[in-house]
């Protein structure tokens, strides 16, 4: 099944299943983000719109953008402000949804469904303000490693979604070649406490526009 019909599915549980990764991605998000300023935000893949309520409270203009119809209707129903905009639309294709240009493009689980992240990189520099942000927080490459992957159970079936690794240094490349600095990157694990696996759960990196 196509990842576009998966997350359509996965659209009504996505907010209440267990599912430490999202959990650690609003974190890290809020953690990262805070230390900067912008004003105005593109949100790719922006789901349920989980780190949109956020987002929208740290900027005057937001345009979220997912290809899944059922995760924008959630989005849509829970997010009802002038600031925000929602549109439907596939990210692995040319980036025609929008004319305008931001100061924050975040990108939140998302990368681990797209084939080639060089595209991804170059579209975003397109659409960035000059010393823009590139905001990315993603499932860690060395759990893939290890075979793990976006899931979700319905109907006690376990549907695995069709992903993608990315090597950090992918990462690296496709921000060099697009003309971004690196500004940081970062592991995050999950609590201590209920931890045995060292493993890191979430990638983050933050890349300026300086082409
Ligand atoms: C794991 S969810 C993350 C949602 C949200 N960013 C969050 O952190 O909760 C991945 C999202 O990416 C969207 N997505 C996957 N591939 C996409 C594509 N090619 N174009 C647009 N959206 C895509 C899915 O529909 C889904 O809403």
Known sequence: MSVKKNYDQWAATYDSNENKTRDLDKLVSQQTLRKYDFNSVLEIGCGTGKNTKWLMTHCSRLLGVDFSKKMLQYAQEKIIDPRVRFMQADISKPWQFTDEKFDLISCNL??????????????????????????????????????KQARFEIDGATIMIDSHVHHISEFFDAGKENGFELLEIREWFDEIEDNNDKTPRILSLVLKNVK
């Open 110 to 147: 998302i990368l681990e469904h797209i084939q080639d992240i060089h595209f991804i990189f170059q579209q975003a520099a397109s659409k960035l303000n000059n010393n823009g942000l590139f905001f990315i927080s993603e499932y860690h490459p060395f759990r893939q490693y290890l075979g």
